[in-house]
T-cell receptor
Framework: GAVVSQHPSWVICKSGTSVKIECRSL??????MFWYRQFPKQSLMLMAT?????????EQGVEKDKFLINHASLTLSTLTVTSAHPEDSSFYIC?????????????FGPGTRLTVT | QKEVEQNSGPLSVPEGAIASLNCTYS??????FFWYRQYSGKSPELIMS????GDKEDGRFTAQLNKASQYVSLLIRDSQPSDSATYLC??????????FGAGTRLFVKA
């Protein structure tokens, strides 16, 4: 299967600061990347979908000015949580879907656990 | 009606038994179906994909698809304690968007 990496795997930051999370597809070109958030014992919640070179499409209720997404290349997408607050503490997971044989299957990164103090 | 529905469980089976996980979907035009496994505190892992009606087997896993009934299932044979996880059903519907079910928690008792 395809491999998606995510960095960092965990991060602790102070309230009011910004945090950037990187997501990379290591062995395929990801035409579409997805960012999810998951709170403990809850379902995956899709935050936004991004296509390479285009602006991200955000789900209803997700603040695009707070969660900045950049899909600059076919192998890299970044999520920046701006002015983070304790309620932003969560498990953030990226996912990628590619071309050809990878065009339907969606592969997940290992996730980033964010704690805002 | 939710687009992809799963019983939340927990589904509890003894070690060595067959675990049967079910999923229904509402978009009749859906063509691609997936099962993911998610261990507690980890991200989802793709374990099966199925695109045609019928059964697809991979090791101890069998995915079953019935498009007429809008139903997809996952059978896990010879269940092991290490299979204890949440299983997510996912469907690609209109607009090429992947819709995930809320997941079924499976507990395999040793």
């Amino acid at each position: 299967g395809a491999v998606v990496s995510q960095h960092p795997s965990w991060v602790i930051c102070k309230s009011g600061t910004s945090v950037k999370i990187e997501c990379r597809s290591l062995d395929f070109q990801a035409t579409t990347m997805f960012w999810y958030r998951q709170f403990p014992k809850q379902s995956l919640m899709l935050m936004a979908t991004s296509n390479e070179g285009s602006k991200a499409t955000y789900e209803q209720g997700v603040e695009k000015d707070k969660f900045l997404i950049n899909h600059a290349s076919l192998t890299l997408s970044t999520l920046t949580v701006t002015s983070a607050h304790p309620e932003d503490s969560s498990f953030y997971i990226c996912s990628a879907r590619g071309q050809g044989a990878f065009s339907y299957e969606q592969y997940f990164g290992p996730g980033t656990r964010l704690t805002v103090t | 009606q939710k687009e992809v529905e799963q019983n939340s469980g927990p589904l509890s089976v003894p070690e060595g038994a067959i675990a049967s996980l079910n999923c229904t979907y509402s978009d009749r035009g859906s063509q691609s179906f997936f099962w993911y496994r998610q261990y507690s505190g980890k991200s989802p892992e793709l374990i099966m994909s199925i695109y045609s009606n019928g059964d697809k087997e991979d090791g101890r896993f069998t995915a079953q698809l019935n498009k007429a009934s809008q139903y997809v299932s996952l059978l896990i044979r010879d269940s092991q304690p290490s299979d204890s996880a949440t299983y997510l059903c996912a469907v690609i519907g209109g607009g090429f968007k992947t819709i995930f079910g809320a997941g079924t928690r499976l507990f395999v008792k040793a």
